[in-house]
């Protein structure tokens, strides 16, 4: 999925000018990195809104367009109010089409109708969410499917266990496989495996 955004750039710094957008309904937000000169943005809050609910837009490569000029970048941070439903400032980072990057990506847990185990009892506990990677900008997923069908129950899938798409890395894999963290279990229990269950599951 391909999602752009429009921003205009701004001169009127600070935390006044921020708060002036804020009531003006826009959202004050930078752009940095590929060793260019991070310049100042300004998006439409409802523009940001609509982006922010999808998925995609946390892990995948953004088009953004400022004043009529595009570049492709990833969202690095998300500031929101700390109670009120708004956005309250981006941070974007520019990709290189040549340099790899970090990314966070969510994990898709598919297949629990067609389980087994779980229509055997086994109650799926999912211990991670999503997984950190490293890939050239070309190479990166908006997700990456966990296919639990064929897992018994006290079966644990790890990290090592996911099918990662061609060209992109698992950051905790290439520390060692001591982080080779546990992603999700079923067990026949009402209850959470321990720690100590779900390792010797997984011997």
Do not use: W
Request: hydrophobic content about 40%; charged content about 25%; glycine content about 4%.
């Amino acid at each position: 999925m391909s999602i752009k955004l429009t921003a205009t750039t701004r001169t009127d710094l600070g935390k006044g000018a921020s708060r002036r957008l804020r009531h003006a309904d826009l959202v004050p937000a930078i752009v940095y990195g590929a060793d260019k000169e991070a310049v100042s943005l300004t998006f439409t809050h409802k523009e940001i809104i609509k982006a922010e609910g999808i998925e995609a837009f946390y892990s995948s490569i953004l088009n953004l367009e400022i004043d009529g000029v595009s570049e492709q970048v990833v969202l690095k941070d998300l500031q929101r109010h700390a109670f009120k439903a708004r956005i309250q400032h981006l941070d974007l980072l520019r990709v290189d089409a040549t340099h790899k990057i970090n990314k966070t990506v969510p994990l898709h847990f598919i297949n629990e109708e067609l389980s087994e185990a779980i229509k055997n009892g086994g109650v799926v506990y999912r211990t991670v969410n999503d997984v950190e990677v490293l890939c050239l900008p070309a190479d990166l997923p908006s997700f990456i499917e966990v296919d639990i069908s064929a897992m018994e129950i006290g079966d644990t899938l790890h990290l090592s266990n996911l099918a990662l798409p061609a060209g992109v890395e698992s950051v905790e894999l290439n520390k060692g496989e001591e982080h080779d963290l546990p992603m999700v279990s079923i067990a026949l229990s009402k209850k959470a495996p321990t720690e100590d269950e779900v390792e010797a599951a997984a011997e």
